[in-house]
């Protein structure tokens, strides 16, 4: 079933990243489909990134690791 699914996104983010131009009422071109996908996808990557830097943020500064051995205290201490 999830590979339908991610079939369908993929499939619906291509058609909107490579959508052809599509006439107005003035007879000039309309790049709305390559445009809105280009977005979807940047906003998409965009996301994904700030969250990993987040959730690294996140695991520096509350390692949620009390062994005192553990090697992320070592890059917390005061002497660093």
Do not use: Q
């Not at 996908?37 to 700030?50: D, I």
């Not at 830097?53 to 201490?77: F, N, S, T």
């Amino acid at each position: 079933m999830t590979d339908t699914i991610t079939a369908w996104i993929l499939s619906a983010l291509g058609y909107l990243c490579t959508a052809p131009a599509t006439a107005s009422d003035a007879g000039d071109s309309s790049l709305a489909g390559p445009l809105l996908g280009n977005v979807l996808v940047a906003g998409g990557a965009g996301l994904v990134t700030l969250s990993c830097i987040v959730a690294a943020l996140w695991m520096l500064i509350d390692p949620r690791e009390r062994d005192p051995d553990h090697p992320k205290y070592r890059v917390l201490h005061a002497d660093r």
